[in-house]
């Protein structure tokens, strides 16, 4: 697989001590890889740091051979993006927004436009609803826009920070749905902290954490890290409940027709003598990784 994007040694430091980012390094090649981690872990600050709207204090970002810090020209054009606060101009038509943004984007002429709007309209699946104002869109559709609008100029590289915050289950399946499509021709970058985001569509993860990252690979190793982390056990009481809750970190509670069934993980369970251990999911590694993982700090 070719690299298009290198994080080398990336560090961003606010404030002289807190390390928003703290030592990052990380490449990227093609398809769909997913950037993982709780609120607060430094993906945006990564994700800024890509389209040159951040310069990192130690280290340096390449994208497609190019450095972040002398070619930010090159860059932003490789480069398509859609921010978490995407704002929309409500009184315009769908056709009229990405005409305005492709104007002020020199797109080129009119014709070559107004092509180009057409195909992007096709791609997200709105080209029916080109002619209705945008305010009226639902939040499924503004993003779609926000897509149509990031990919108006066919970068190479599309990200997408928090892309299914807001949106009700349906419109985040076909959502994602459309990343998978567009990530066969694209190197596609999607931030989330949602682990159902990338469940499905990401060949591969990097879990970030207090702006380190704290794992690079396939979805499939990372769930085997928390084999033997997980056991379910049936609870009969509140106070055994809690004792449980005290010592690991639960998952979820289930009740059927057999009883309350407590999911966990944890790194040892040799003094429960009972409990099943479970098949780990992608949720569980990761509830493993915030509770057992490193845990590096952020001020150094
Ligand atoms: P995420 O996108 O994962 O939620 P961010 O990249 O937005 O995380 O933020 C990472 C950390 O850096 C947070 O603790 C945030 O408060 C801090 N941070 C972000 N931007 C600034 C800034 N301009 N000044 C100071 N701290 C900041």
């Not at 993006?81 to 943004?101: G, H, K, R, V």
């Not at 704290?214 to 033997?228: N, T, V, W």
């Not at 944890?266 to 251990?277: A, K, L, S």
């Amino acid at each position: 697989m070719k690299d298009i994007i290198a994080f080398e040694n990336v560090c961003k430091i606010y404030n002289k001590k807190f390390y928003a980012l703290n030592n990052v390094n990380l490449k990227i090649g093609e398809g769909m890889f997913g950037l993982l981690g709780p609120n607060g872990a430094g993906k945006s600050t990564l994700m800024k740091s890509l389209i040159t709207l951040i310069i990192p204090d130690k280290g340096r970002v390449m994208v497609d051979g190019y450095d972040t810090r002398t070619h930010s020209l090159e860059v932003r054009d490789i480069v398509g993006y859609l921010p978490q606060d995407f704002s929309i101009y409500p009184n315009l038509t769908a056709l009229e927004f990405l005409d305005y943004m492709g104007q002020i984007n020199n797109i080129g002429s009119r014709k070559t436009r107004n092509r180009k709007i057409e195909e992007v309209l096709n791609k997200v699946n709105l080209w029916e609803a080109r002619n209705k104002k945008v305010g009226g869109f639902s939040g499924g559709m503004k993003r779609r826009l926000g897509i149509a609008n990031a990919i108006l100029k066919d970068p190479k590289i599309l990200i997408v920070d928090e892309p299914t915050a807001g949106l009700d289950p349906e419109e985040r399946v076909r959502f994602r749905m459309l990343l998978v499509e567009l990530s066969k021709q694209k190197c596609i970058i999607l931030s989330t902290h949602i682990v159902e985001d990338i469940s499905s569509s990401c060949e591969r993860i990097g879990l970030l954490n207090k702006g380190s990252i704290e794992y690079l690979g396939s979805p499939i190793d990372f769930i085997l890290k928390a084999k033997g982390k997980v056991r379910e056990f049936k609870v009969l009481s509140d106070e055994e409940i809690l004792k449980l809750k005290d010592k690991y970190e639960v998952i979820s509670v289930k009740r059927t027709s057999s009883g309350k069934f407590l999911r966990v993980v944890g790194e040892d369970f040799q003094e429960e003598g009972y409990g099943i251990d479970m098949e780990p999911n992608l949720e569980d590694a990761y509830m493993y990784f915030m509770k057992y993982g490193k845990g590096e700090k952020n001020y150094v």
